[in-house]
């Protein structure tokens, strides 16, 4: 039994607990990290972003060498798939990453909790160790850091060997022959790609008509023109009923979404990825009268819970359940909890999927310009017109700028080729400062790069572009 006394005890060593916490050590307070799972970084250091990217990565280059290289007259024997190794890779790096991480909680004066953290009342906070162990915590603060698991799919029961979630989809210990995706979002079509390129057959199934809700229509519908084309195959509007597994694969039910008759779909693999929902099990929320709303979420005001001195941040509370807006979320809370003025704006946070080509974005859609019924004016340039895109054979997507008719101002910015992920920085910055796209599209850009096609956007805006 070891006690304690804190300023800020964060619960949850994620994107945001292990940003908050570095955060708090850097501004001198004394603060404490507790995290279960025995090693820290979270989903996405785990069993999310990084992993993924991993094998996005690897897959891509495996499919390259197969289909590419000697298009640019680079011949290779054709490749063979070492997946024990590809995992191993994965899982070197991720390790590498987490012990960063853990290098940072000692860095900044962090104390490190391995265990489950309880809130017992306010300013307490109960710890079971993954050793055995008990400690009792006291704090002026608490901070819930808790995030998301995976939104279970009723009739299709995850197993983790022919039914799985993310996690599972991550390891699997060989390439399905067919594998059938629920759900069309970001989880769906990154891990869909990496085994398609793999060599497993991929279905998705979507209950709704579109794939990616969230993405600008017309910057989805050309993604899902291009993943058709690399071999994806897409049942929309359509619901998972129920799942049967046996030797032979998994049989699914299938329905219309609107109902209708039933047909069957046959898988060695399915990946349940139908979102996330928030996690706060066993964490004692009803000790300092705090309850989650109906989906899970934990209320908040500028992340100040109902209970004082309890704050939340994260994939817990409202808003995208991304890496990066949880980090964001973590240095204004703590910046509040110092007194110091922490702020987040969330129409700034982009998103990426980072399948091939990859999709970008940041700020309004074109669909929500036009139900707020701003006047507005749109600038586009395919990369097909950008000389670095055109030598590298990457010449697939576009980047489109949408900015106020009268004002000028950037209200979104949406993109869809190689490596976009890398350029919507800029696009971000220059929202920040609150830009117009003559800013950007006399902005001097280096040549040849594909920078230059988001320049080109920003200056069909203007009706400049030098589109061939
Ligand atoms: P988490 O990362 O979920 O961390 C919460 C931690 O709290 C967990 O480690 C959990 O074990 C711990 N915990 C929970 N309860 C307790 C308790 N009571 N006591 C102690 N510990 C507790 N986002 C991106 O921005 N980019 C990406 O490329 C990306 N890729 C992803 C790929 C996949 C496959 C998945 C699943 C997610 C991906 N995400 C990505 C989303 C990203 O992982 C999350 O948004 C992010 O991890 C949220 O951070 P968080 O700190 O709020 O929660
Ligand atoms: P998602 O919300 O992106 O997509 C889920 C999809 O499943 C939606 O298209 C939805 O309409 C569909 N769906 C829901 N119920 C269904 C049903 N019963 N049958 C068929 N389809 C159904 O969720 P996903 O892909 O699980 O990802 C979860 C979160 O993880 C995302 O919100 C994202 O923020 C994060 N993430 C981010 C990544 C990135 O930034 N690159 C990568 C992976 C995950």
Redesign the pocket.
């Given at each position: 039994m070891a006690d304690d006394n804190f300023d800020v005890v964060i619960?949850?060593?994620?994107?945001?607990?292990y940003n908050a916490a570095v955060r708090a050590g850097q501004l001198g307070l004394k603060t404490a990290i507790?995290?279960?799972?025995g090693v820290l970084g979270?989903?996405?250091l785990n069993?999310?972003?990084m992993p993924?990217?991993a094998l996005l990565h690897a897959s891509e280059l495996f499919e390259a060498a197969g289909h590419e290289f000697s298009t640019i007259g680079i011949d290779v024997p054709a490749p063979k798939l070492n997946l024990v190794q590809m995992m191993k890779a994965k899982q070197d790096s991720v390790t590498a990453l987490t012990k960063g991480v853990e290098f940072l909680m000692k860095k900044n004066k962090v104390t490190y909790y391995a265990?489950?953290?309880?809130i017992a009342g306010p300013g307490k906070v109960v710890v079971a160790g993954n050793d055995g162990s008990t400690s009792n915590l006291t704090t002026k603060n608490i901070v819930i850091?808790?995030?998301?698991e995976p939104t279970p799919l009723p009739g299709v029961d995850v197993d983790q060997k022919q039914i799985v979630d993310?996690t599972g989809a991550?390891s699997l210990s060989a390439v399905p022959k067919s594998l059938v995706v629920v759900g069309a979002g970001i989880?769906g079509l990154?891990?869909g790609s990496v085994w398609r390129r793999l060599g497993a057959q991929v279905t998705v199934v979507e209950f709704l008509d579109r794939i990616t809700p969230g993405m600008d229509t017309e910057t989805a519908t050309a993604f899902q023109k291009t993943l058709t084309k690399q071999g994806f195959t897409f049942k929309l509007g359509t619901k998972v009923t129920s799942a049967k597994t046996g030797v032979k694969g998994v049989e699914l039910t299938l329905e219309p979404a609107a109902g209708g008759a039933q047909e069957k779909l046959s898988a060695d693999v399915v990946l349940v990825a139908i979102g996330?929902r928030p996690?706060t099990k066993?964490?004692g929320l009803e000790s300092v009268g705090v309850t989650p709303d109906q989906r899970g979420f934990i209320p908040t005001n500028h992340f100040k819970t109902a209970a004082p001195g309890v704050w939340a941040?994260?994939?817990?509370i409202l808003g995208p359940?991304?890496?990066?807006?949880?980090e964001e979320d973590a240095v204004a809370c703590i910046e509040l909890i110092a007194g110091k003025a922490g702020h987040v704006d969330y129409n700034l946070v982009p998103s990426?999927v980072?399948t091939s080509p990859e999709v970008a974005w940041v700020g309004q859609t074109e669909e929500q310009v036009k139900a707020s019924g701003v006047a507005y004016k749109t600038g586009k340039f395919p990369f097909m017109a950008n000389s670095r895109a055109k030598i590298n054979h990457e010449t697939e997507g576009f980047v489109k700028f949408i900015a106020d008719a009268k004002t000028d101002k950037v209200l979104g910015v949406h993109m869809m080729g190689p490596q976009v992920g890398e350029m919507i920085g800029e696009a971000c910055v220059l929202m920040a400062f609150g830009g117009a796209s003559e800013d950007l599209a006399r902005t001097c850009h280096p040549h040849p790069t594909r920078s230059e096609a988001v320049r080109q956007a920003a200056m069909g805006v203007e009706n400049w572009t030098m589109q061939m």
């Open positions: 619960i949850g060593g994620g994107p945001g607990g507790v995290e279960s799972r979270g989903t996405c069993v999310g972003c993924s990217k265990g489950f953290g309880k850091a808790t995030g998301s993310s991550l989880i990154e891990l996330r996690f066993g964490l941040i994260g994939d817990v359940m991304l890496a990066h807006k949880a990426v980072y």
